[in-house]
Structure formats: C-alpha cells, structure tokens
C-alpha cells in the first residue's frame, strides 16, 4: 500500500509562485510513474503534469512553460513548481502514482491552490 501526501498548497498573487511536494510512502518509488492532477470546482479532474520513472516529463498545454513537474526518488518525493500563476490555476492538486510493476494506482488526498487576480 502507498500512501500520498501532498504540501504546500495556499493562496498567491496573480503572477506569483508556488511549489507543491508529494510524498509517498512505502518501497520502490522510483518504480513508479508519478504525476500532478487538478480540479477546479464544476469541472473535471485533468492532468497537469505527469514524469515517468525515468525521468520523462509531460505537461498539458495550458502550463508549459509555467511549471515544472520533477521527482526526488531519495526522497519517495515529487515536485510541482508553479510559476506565472493565473486566477485559472486555481483547484484542488491531486498528487497520483501509478506502479509499473502491478499498474495499481494511488491518490494523494488533494491540495487546494488558489490565484487571486
């Protein structure tokens, strides 16, 4: 079992900066595939950024170039750094892993972040 703790959500500035932190409990982090979700109230949970357990990165359209997803397996911790944040950023961030071995899937219990214009 694998447990997900999110930090380091709260309440910015437009244009202002944040940085979330997951970690997981448990073996074999680095096994995992780890990514960032978000939720924004009446819409659907999307993806935000996701890193592979190699390293890869991926990131939705709407925050290239504004965040940067990255990963600490001494530390069974994944990063989201937030820059440039607008009033649309603003959501609850689920931190979500994804075992390679066994394809399980786990949810950290959210974050709330919110921009201000």
């Known amino acids: 079992q694998v447990q997900l703790v999110e930090s380091g959500g709260g309440l910015v500035q437009a244009g202002g900066s944040l940085g979330l932190s997951c970690a997981a409990s448990g073996s074999s982090f680095s096994s995992f595939a780890m990514a960032w979700y978000r939720q924004a109230p009446g819409n659907q949970r999307e993806l935000v950024a996701d890193?592979?357990?190699?390293?890869?990165?991926n990131y939705a359209d709407s925050v290239k170039g504004r965040f940067t997803i990255s990963r600490d397996n001494a530390k069974n911790t994944v990063y989201l750094r937030m820059n440039s944040l607008k009033p649309e950023d603003t959501a609850v961030y689920y931190c979500?892993?994804?075992?390679?071995?066994?394809?399980?899937?786990?949810w950290g219990q959210g974050t709330q972040v919110t921009v201000s214009s």
């Open positions: 979500h892993a994804r075992s390679t071995r066994t394809a399980r899937v786990y």
């Open positions: 890193i592979s357990s190699g390293g890869s990165t």
